[in-house]
């Protein structure tokens, strides 16, 4: 075998670098018209990179053909003659393509090949094997050794230079696609992480706030602390609505298929949006029509999303009047779901098209403006943008979940009148998984019964009307009280009168002064409907001998259970799940009822404080610990009940300290803490990383003290003995040996 070539232009010993001008004679280029035919480029390749291709072949004559084959102004080449010097510049250098002959003088080919693909610097470069050896086991083993093409001596140029191009496209593309990867990967820590400490620095501040207004504060005080509040508030929405927008863009938005409860979910919403639509004094009110099956399977999360991003949009345009939710069914015949694994056989029942729709009385918007609604960064009228400000992201993420759902989504408005958004979802009713409230449907022992409605607002007062005709009572409408009066005086008697406390405290209080006068309806009884934050020593004012109210916007669990303390019945539950809402004074005994041992980690130092403030209105006086490693100690040291995890950490975070805890748990057999995560992450996969490394569950930050109520809540009942501790619902099982 003949010595590597030697050039001008080389830096070491048989380097060859491709020269443009290189002379060759016609003789030792036969498919030279092929080759220029292939170098030929249409206008688009102007733009593709430059690349580097390495020939390792041993015959001079072979790498000549080679290198005029290969000639091009996006390519430049160098040539090797043997192995040790093909391994000697692929450490040196970075490739895009080898052209490897396996017949060299000082080693097989097979062996530069297999080098190639170990070393993690060159894995990613292709080869291609150009051989003599035409034994299909060759072909074979060149490929299991990671050949991305074989090419038997001879060859055709112009079909070798082909591939090469083609291989040399694809490269690039992979090179592209991977570097795109790493720069996706990059914004997604840095978002992480911002979002991360963003939140984590408006959850303290929102905390800190709340903690200051519970203190003596003069008016002025509150004033700039209500200011703190909204600023802090707004910005996290905004923060949660990018995220959000960025997650459905990028296709990473998970849905979850489970049973739920309409109503409730209705209800959550209403909650949300309570105070602001107090304070702007507007009716919140839903209805869902009379048939509508209310327990569905589908993803609770993403329509409350929905519905409060609606109707906290229609409350920032609504100045006076109302805001109304309507919800409504139709079947879709022929859509049925099979059955998931393992659940009863038998048919199941159809998926219905909801109908939900949020009403206002505010600004409305102009029909030629009624197109830009649903996209993002933009208000339908600049002045409105100008007065109200926002992004528009709200509606976007609205119309993004409900697409992804399986539903559509569009508005109707008149201008100065009001607007109305529609959006459907495709929702299966969920068939005896969930216990039907008493408060559905016809109630036998209030029956017949009549009842007086009181309200100056027509689509409340109907929409109580309705109601009480599904119970089974008879409901007479009166708008204010002078029409109360007259009802009461002219009509047959009433067995309950429910009063909106709205009508305002004197005429409210005359109402009740001159009802307890009436002959004969001295002993009416009075349900009071009350506005979120109105003032109960005004209702003992008004009405002193009045002790049921109901806030608004109205539960209609909660209002079965008045109206049937009112006629001396026996209270219902309070809500479809049997749940209720404790008094703030109960709070503060909640560790009496449930004592807990609890560890808080968290390294930021605010963070602990307000941790450990919160929990201390309940009562609990938790461990503190600053990071993963001093969690991890404590948790060996003492058997805690609950651990509250901050996930990003220094020295140790909090996935490695819940792995190491779960660990030492399982080896000693002690009793298995529950363990969850607050964390201030909110990227794809943060929950599911949580959970993987063997924590429990998952809140993200800001918490609030009502969440953070509801999770100790749910704990453990109170431990009898150390050997006799209860087992902790939702936890792991117990290891054996542990007590």
Partial sequence: MMAGIEHQRSGARGITPAAPDRGLSAAARPDDGGAKAARAKPPREAARPLSKVLVVEDE????????????????????????????????????????????LPDMDGKEILRWIKQDWASAQIPVVVITGREGLSEKLQAFELGATDYVNKPFALVELRARADGILRAKHLQDELRQTSQQLAARAELLAKTSHDVRNHLGAIASMTGFLFETDTDPQQREYLQAIRTNSESVLTLLNDILHYSKIEAGMMELQRKPFHLRVSLDEAMDTLATKAAEKGLDLLFEIEAGVPEEVLGDPNRLRQILVNLLGNAIKFTASGEVALQVGASELPGRNEPAEAGAPQGPEPGIREYHFS?????????ADRLGRLFQPYRQADQAVDERYGGTGLGLCICKGLVELMGGRI?????????????????????SHTLRTPVWQGRQPSIEGRRALIVDDNASTAALLARQFDRWG???VIARNGAEARERLCDGPAFDLALIDFGLGAGACAELAREIRRMPGRQHLPLVWLTPLG?????????????KISV???LKLALLHSAVLRALAREPAEASPNGATRPSKDSHAHLSSAHPLRILLVDDDTTNRNVGALTLGRFGYRPDLATDGSEAVAAAQGRDYDLILMDVQMPRMNGLEAARQIRVHQARTGRRPARIVAMTAGATPGDRERCLDAGMDDCLVKPVTPQTLLNLLKRQAPPRVSEAQAPAIPGAPDAQPGSA
């Fill in 358 to 366: 949020v009403r206002d009385t505010g600004i409305g918007i102009p």
């Fill in 534 to 546: 109105a003032s109960p020593a005004a209702l003992r004012e008004a009405d002193p001998d009045g």
């Fill in 60 to 103: 001079p004559q072979l790498t000549e053909l080679l290198l005029a084959g290969l000639e091009s102004e996006h390519t430049t080449t160098d040539t090797v003659s043997c192995g040790a010097e093909a391994l000697a510049w692929l450490r040196q250098h970075r490739y895009d393509l080898v052209l490897l002959d396996l017949g």
């Fill in 410 to 430: 569009w508005a109707e408005s008149v201008e100065q009148r009001g607007t109305t958004i529609h959006f459907t979802l495709p929702l299966q009713a969920a």
């Fill in 473 to 475: 009572m008879r409901a």
């Fill in 551 to 553: 806030n608004k916007p």
